[in-house]
């Protein structure tokens, strides 16, 4: 008996840098970073806060802290206070993209695309602008 030996030759895994990205897989991919980014967010901020309010002899001195990170005054403050809108825009209105796709308002996958292609354009105008 002879054994068929082209299946033998086969690779072990697909090269999957020869494939082009799906937008939807994208989408999604983001949509689930920018989740957990705005939970460490969440997560860093409200230690922060609760370690000034413990190390703060008197409450008007830790008010004065938390108001004077809040001021958009310096680079690094804007930078942060972008950052933060950015991911936040991003995930609401994908969160709503979605939901809207669940809905069948969506059905036709040029309109998934063309949505996930507005959102980016919004985004970037929420963010060059002063708000």
Do not use: C
């Amino acid at each position: 008996m002879k054994k068929n030996l082209r299946f033998l030759n086969r690779p072990v895994s697909p090269h999957l840098f020869i494939y082009n990205p799906q937008i939807s897989s994208l989408g999604s991919i983001w949509h689930r970073i920018s989740a957990i980014v705005l939970i460490l967010i969440v997560v860093l901020l409200t230690l922060v806060i609760e370690v000034v309010m413990l190390n703060s002899y008197t409450s008007s001195y830790s008010i004065f802290f938390i108001t004077s990170v809040v001021q958009l005054s310096s680079w690094p403050n804007l930078f942060l206070y972008k950052f933060i809108l950015l991911f936040l825009a991003y995930h609401g209105m994908n969160g709503f993209r979605y939901i809207i796709n669940d809905l069948n308002f969506l059905s036709n996958t040029s309109k998934f695309i063309s949505s996930f292609n507005i959102i980016i354009v919004l985004i970037f105008l929420i963010l060059t602008l002063n708000i």
